[in-house]
């Protein structure tokens, strides 16, 4: 019970610190806020998705699992890539959390095996249906032309990766 409540405190002290920082730079950004907002957001969702990928390439026992968890770093590699080079361009801090790791790894714990790879594969669907909302909102309202833009660009590689392939049928 002691190990949960510490995980709990240690959770909610990310997500206070993370929000805190996001709200500070929004109020000082020259971009409109829902702008601003999505970046993070999407970074925020990148960074989780990069981080869990890397754990399920070294934990994963099923092959496909691993060689999705690949397409997840090079997928979200370069649309952190692109989500950089947009919000330089419009003065949107985006920067790394340093507890992304720690927050995956604590997602992970004690899971192993088979149970691991199923694990990872529930993860991924419920953050990649977060991100397609998030991606979705963005490509129906953004008042950015740019960044609408690449949000619906970005939507058919985010509605094609939404499950790793071994776990499609089940």
């Not at 998030?134 to 740019?146: A, M, P, V």
Request: overall charge positive; aromatic content about 8%.
């Amino acid at each position: 019970r002691l190990g949960r409540n510490k995980a709990i405190g240690t959770i909610a002290s990310l997500l206070l610190f993370r929000y805190s920082f996001v709200a500070c730079f929004l109020i000082a950004s020259p971009t409109d806020f829902n702008s601003s907002a999505f970046v993070l957001r999407a970074a925020d969702h990148d960074a989780r998705k990069i981080e869990a990928a890397k754990v399920a390439s070294a934990r994963a026992l099923d092959a496909r699992v691993k060689s999705f968890a690949a397409r997840m770093v090079t997928d979200h590699g370069r649309t952190t890539a692109e989500l950089v080079e947009f919000s330089t361009a419009r003065a949107i801090p985006v920067r790394s959390d340093p507890g992304v790791a720690q927050l995956v790894a604590n997602t992970f714990a004690g899971v192993e095996g088979p149970r691991f790879d199923i694990a990872y594969a529930v993860q991924v669907v419920k953050e990649h249906e977060a991100t397609i909302a998030l991606f979705d909102e963005e490509s129906r309202s953004g008042k950015d032309d740019e960044l609408k833009a690449w949000a619906t660009k970005t939507l058919p590689m985010l509605r094609d990766a939404k499950t790793p392939m071994p776990f499609r049928d089940r």
